[in-house]
């Protein structure tokens, strides 16, 4: 059974900093597209950032320069840090896997979600 659990996130002033992570299971994670997306209230989803199996990564426009994401191959583990983070980053924010095999679809399995919140 696949698992994708992300844990870090929560309420941050304009300007703070958050650190998110995903634990992947049930999946040979070093062979898998790993990602970050947002979902706010009354907006469509929205891919933040991810990390090919080999390490490349792309970010969405609106988060260049203020966010990084990284994987640990050997934990099974992908990580957001997230700094400079305004209102608008406010959303919940999930964790994707897509195996490299499968490029059309968005993703293969999702986290179910974790709410970062910022706002003073």
């Known amino acids: 059974q696949v698992q994708l659990v992300e844990s870090g996130g929560g309420l941050v002033q304009p300007g703070g900093s958050l650190r998110l992570s995903c634990v992947a299971s049930g999946i040979t994670f070093s062979i898998y597209e790993m990602g970050w997306y947002r979902q706010a209230p009354g907006k469509q989803r929205e891919l933040v950032a991810r990390?090919?199996?080999?390490?490349?990564?792309n970010y969405a426009d609106s988060v260049k320069g203020r966010f990084t994401i990284s994987r640990d191959n050997a934990k099974n583990t992908v990580i957001l840090q997230m700094n400079s983070l305004k209102p608008e980053d406010s959303a919940v924010y999930f964790c994707?896997?897509?195996?490299?095999?499968?490029?059309?679809?968005?993703?293969?399995?999702r986290g179910q979600g974790t709410q970062v919140t910022v706002s003073s």
């Open positions: 990390i090919s199996s080999g390490g490349g990564t």
């Open positions: 994707t896997a897509r195996d490299r095999r499968t490029p059309l679809v968005a993703y293969n399995f």
